[in-house]
C-alpha cells in the first residue's frame, strides 16, 4: 500500500481540498483508497463523510487497530474526532504505532491518502513517519512562499530520525494560484530557481470550481460549470502525475 | 492593559494579517503596543521583526518573564520561536502563567495583540485565558464557516473553566472577502441569520494591497497603489471599531 501524505504547516494553502480530490480520482481508477482525516476541524470528514469506516482517524494510534473497507465505491474513511488533539500530548511511541496499523492493514487498500492539520504536532510527524509519498500544497504569497524552507527541513528531519529515508517527496505543488499576480508568477519563478528539484511539475489555480466542490461533497470534475469542467481537467492532470 | 486575541482554528482566514494591521494601527495612535507571535511558523515575526524586544513568545510561558518595550515607535514584538511547539506538550499549569505575567507587563503597555497558531493547544487556549477580547477572522468558504459552531465552542468553554466570563468576544470578522462571490454572500447572510450577534460589523474585503503589505512589511494604507489606499480606508474603519 502506498500512502500518501498531504502536509504544510501554514494554514489554508489547499491541503483539504487537494486530499479529497486525490482520493476521488484514485477510487474512480479502481485503486482501494483508504482516507485518514488526522485534523480536528474534521474538513475531510465533512466532505467524505458518506465513505466513513468503522475505525476513526484517533484509533490509527492504538495498538492493534483494526481498519475495514466501508464497501462504498472504492473509498474508507477514518473520520476525524475531537480527541484528535489528544494525541499531539500522548508519548512519542504513539508515532511508530500509526505506521505499524497501516502496515497490517496493507491487504484491504491500494492507497492511503492522509490528510494533516495546519501544525507540527505529533499527528503530523506520525504521518510524515507512515508516509511513503508527501505532497505539499503551497500559496505562492510570502507567508506560505518563507515557510517552505521550515517545510523541507521537518519532512528531511522526520525521514532521518525513524530511519526513513525511502520517502518520496512528490513535491511543492502551487495551488489557488492567482495567475494574474504579478507577485505570484514571480514567486513560483523564485522557487523555480532556488528550489527547482522540489516543485511539482504543475499547479492548481485559484478557481470558484474548487470552493463549491468540497461544499457539493463531490469533486469537481463533476460538477456542470465552465469553471468546475476547466478545473476538472487541470486537477485530473495534476493528479496523474 | 486590554489584551486583544485573533484566534481561528481554521488556516489561512487572514489571522496574521489583521493582527499586524490591528498592532500598527493602535501604535499610530499613540498606544504603547506589545505584539506576542504565539505561531511558530512566525509570520507575524517575518514582517514586524524590526520591533523585537528582549523576551520572546516562550518565553511568557516562564514564571515571572520580564518585558520590557523595545523604544522603537510605540511598538513592541515578542517574536516566535521554534520552542513554541515545546509549549503545548507542557503542563497545564503553564496556561495562567501567560496572563499572569501579562498582568506584571500592565504598567509598560497600553494594548497587546496575539496571533495564535490555527490549532487547539495550550498555547490557543493560554491566550484566550488571559484575553480581554477576542476577534476571530473567517473565510466566507464552507470549511471555515462549518468551523463556527467549534470556534464559538471553544471560546465559551476556555471562559467558563478558567473563570473569565468577562471576556468580550468582538466578533467573526469575514475577511478574504470576494463580494463578487454570491457562494461567499450567501454564507455571509446564513451567518447574520443564524449567529448575527457574533458576526462582527463590518468586514475585509479580498484585496492584493494586503499580501502585498505583508511582503513589504508596511501597513497597507501606506502603499501607493488604489487597491492599498482602498484597503487602507476599509481595515481601518474595521480596526476603530
Ligand atoms: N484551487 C482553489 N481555488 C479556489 N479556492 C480553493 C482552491 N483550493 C482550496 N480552495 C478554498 O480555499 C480554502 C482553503 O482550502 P483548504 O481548506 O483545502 O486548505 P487547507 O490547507 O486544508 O486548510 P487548513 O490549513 O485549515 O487545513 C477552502 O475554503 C477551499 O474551498
Ligand atoms: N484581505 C485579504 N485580501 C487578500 N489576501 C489576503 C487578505 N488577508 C490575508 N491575505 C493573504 O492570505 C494569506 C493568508 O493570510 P494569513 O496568513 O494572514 O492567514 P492566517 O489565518 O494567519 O494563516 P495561518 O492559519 O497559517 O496562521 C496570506 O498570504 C495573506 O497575504
Ligand atoms: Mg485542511
Ligand atoms: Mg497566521
Known amino acids: 500500500m502506498k500512502t500518501i501524505v498531504i502536509n504544510n504547516q501554514k494554514g489554508g494553502v489547499g491541503k483539504t481540498t487537494v486530499a479529497v480530490h486525490l482520493a476521488w480520482y484514485l477510487a474512480e481508477a479502481d485503486r482501494r483508497v483508504l482516507v485518514l482525516d488526522m485534523d480536528a476541524q474534521a474538513n475531510a470528514t465533512d466532505t467524505l463523510k458518506r465513505y466513513a469506516g468503522p475505525a476513526s482517524a484517533a484509533d490509527m494510534f492504538k495498538p492493534a487497530a483494526e481498519i475495514r473497507p466501508s464497501g462504498i465505491d472504492n473509498l474508507t474513511l477514518a473520520p476525524a474526532v475531537t480527541s484528535l488533539t489528544d494525541v499531539d500530548r500522548s508519548e512519542a511511541g504513539a508515532i511508530l504505532r500509526l505506521r505499524e496499523n497501516l502496515m497490517a492493514a496493507d491487504e484491504h487498500f491500494d492507497v492511503c491518502v492522509i490528510d494533516t492539520p495546519p501544525s507540527l504536532g505529533l499527528r503530523s510527524v506520525a504521518a510524515l513517519v507512515a508516509a511513503s509519498h508527501v505532497l505539499s500544497p503551497i500559496y505562492l504569497e510570502d507567508y506560505s512562499v518563507k515557510g517552505v ?9 522526520a525521514q532521518q530520525r525513524y530511519g526513513r529515508p525511502d520517502v518520496s517527496f512528490l513535491g511543492l505543488l502551487p495551488s489557488i494560484f492567482n495567475t494574474r499576480s504579478p507577485r505570484q508568477r514571480a514567486h513560483l519563478e523564485q522557487l523555480l530557481r532556488d528550489a527547482g528539484k522540489y516543485v511539482f511539475p504543475g499547479h492548481i ?19 456542470k460549470r465552465r469553471s468546475a469542467q476547466e478545473a476538472g481537467r487541470e486537477i485530473r492532470a495534476v493528479l496523474a502525475k
Do not use: N, S
Open 205 to 223: 489555480v485559484a478557481r470558484d470550481g474548487y470552493a463549491e466542490a468540497v461544499a457539493e461533497r463531490a469533486p469537481v470534475w463533476t460538477l
Open 149 to 157: 524552507k521550515g517545510l523541507l527541513q521537518t519532512f528531511i528531519g
